[in-house]
């Protein structure tokens, strides 16, 4: 796992500008957003997915890159005072803090372009699958994914939300997101339809047991813990898993989805080895 | 012209949701946003390329519906209280205004990553050519082009900036979507070397005059003919076009780079007769 966090890592440093035509704000704001932290979770799936469907390197990295680019662009919007209003992440003062809200906004706004663009760049890679990941990966990341998903966290904010309605604010904000990270290595690789259908439910149970988990430290971790402001769900007043569930039993539902997710790979055999231990890193980290 | 700009209202209208797993407030922003207004330039320049690089119709629609939705998200973004803090954009309150700024930062979020979606869901379109035209929007709406200019104009504000400093931020800002415009046409169709230098060259030049006829309206058309705030560069002290230049030798200017546009579309002959009509249109537009 730590290898393939220094990768990734090294990966999104070679690919993020330190030079071009861009003013330094826009290029330094944008590497401030992506490098240096995060427990890489969504390059952690595409890793494990590309290793079990047999990507080559490159395409893998070019995956990891481009999930990891998504999601830190999502993380600089959702901290605006707008949205969140969050002051730190990752153990640092978020991007509007260190940039101002003006820059927050552009450099959210290029890493997602970025995306797209280190989905298409790699001339090695096969180009009509290329434009396959591109369409999943836009979706996932739209108005029937995160986007909505966020859409609906808002809306959400203060009010009464049901079980049900958790659930799918959870799937489309962070699930569709973790789904693509371990489905685009299908894409990728032409992986047949079976697998590809056995990836997606592993990833559904994985990113809903990544969320439940997420809502339990919220209420229970402190802040050098969490590397983000803590309690800000109940500050919020905003609906969880543990304000739904209790502490006990959303901790034991995230136990329950990892078991469902581990069951879904048992077709896949040894090869989906890794991905079963990120089943299991989800349930078990510290932050 | 008002046959396409009619046309790429339609295709835009079927493909916005209307319905789905979004909030309505997501949904009803992103249709606001993007329906019932504005000259439709970068459609009409996509049309006018497809017609002559021969792209089938769905294809120009596409990238139509491609550019606009880009165009789209920029201006809902640059409408923020953080960025230019407008409340009029094409004769109505701006998205912000009248949704509120976090559901104005989703819908900009959300329009960026449908125009990506677009370009890749038709199946019918050659998929390895719909990778390539990621790309080069991707490219266009990036830290090298759109964003990185918006960055360099927001660093600029107040302060001096000399005519080859403006020349870049413009080309990069409005000039490098406004090319992958003209571009992506040539790109679906695999049009040879020649006749893709030809168009950007064409591009370049209509882009500038574009944002130098833009610059002398905002100095000299009232609210009522420009449908956004007039005067807004001289109150933020905006290095233009029309405060560097002056009224008149900026208007020169306009009509210089509309005849270079027109000499570089020779050697296309007949086949570029309506992008040679929208080189006209650029500069005599009223708004």
């Known amino acids: 796992?730590?290898?393939?966090?220094?990768r990734v890592e090294r990966v999104l440093d070679?690919?993020?500008?330190?030079?071009?035509?861009?003013?330094?704000?826009?290029?330094?704001?944008?590497?401030?957003?992506?490098?240096?932290?995060?427990?890489?979770?969504?390059?952690?799936?595409?890793?494990?997915?590309?290793?079990?469907?047999?990507v080559p390197t490159r395409?893998?990295?070019?995956?990891?890159?481009?999930?990891?680019?998504?999601?830190?662009?999502?993380?600089?919007?959702?901290?605006?005072?707008c949205m969140d209003d969050d002051a730190m992440r990752r153990g640092k003062p978020t991007v509007h803090v260190q940039f101002g809200e003006a820059t927050a906004l552009l450099v959210g706004d290029t890493l997602q372009c970025f995306a797209f663009e280190v989905l298409t760049a790699d001339a090695t890679l096969d180009p009509a699958r290329c434009a396959q990941m591109v369409l999943a990966l836009a979706r996932a990341s739209g108005a029937d994914g995160m986007a909505g998903g966020q859409a609906i966290d808002l809306a959400s904010l203060g009010g009464p939300l049901d079980l049900p309605a958790?659930?799918?604010?959870?799937?489309?904000?962070?699930?569709?997101?973790?789904t693509a990270s371990v489905a685009l290595p299908g894409v990728l690789a032409g992986a047949d339809a079976d697998t590809r259908t056995t990836l997606d439910t592993y990833a559904a149970h994985v990113g809903l047991a990544f969320q439940v988990v997420d809502d339990v430290l919220d209420a229970t971790a402190d802040q050098a813990t969490l590397g983000k402001t803590p309690g800000k769900d109940a500050q919020?007043?905003?609906?969880?898993?543990?304000?739904?569930l209790g502490i006990d039993a959303a901790t034991r539902f995230a136990f329950d989805l990892r078991d469902r997710a581990l069951a879904a790979l048992a077709p896949l055999g040894p090869r989906a080895a890794r991905l079963a231990d990120l089943a299991r890193f989800v349930v078990a980290r510290p932050s």
């Open 1 to 6: 796992m730590r290898a393939c966090q220094a």
């Open 14 to 54: 070679a690919l993020l500008p330190a030079h071009g035509a861009a003013p330094a704000s826009l290029r330094d704001g944008m590497r401030y957003a992506v490098l240096g932290g995060g427990k890489r979770l969504r390059a952690l799936l595409a890793y494990a997915a590309a290793e079990c469907t047999q």
């Open 59 to 81: 395409g893998a990295d070019a995956i990891a890159a481009a999930v990891e680019l998504i999601h830190a662009y999502s993380l600089v919007h959702d901290d605006m005072p």
């Open 166 to 178: 958790l659930e799918r604010m959870h799937r489309m904000k962070t699930g569709a997101l973790i």
């Open 236 to 244: 919020n007043a905003k609906p969880t898993y543990a304000s739904e």
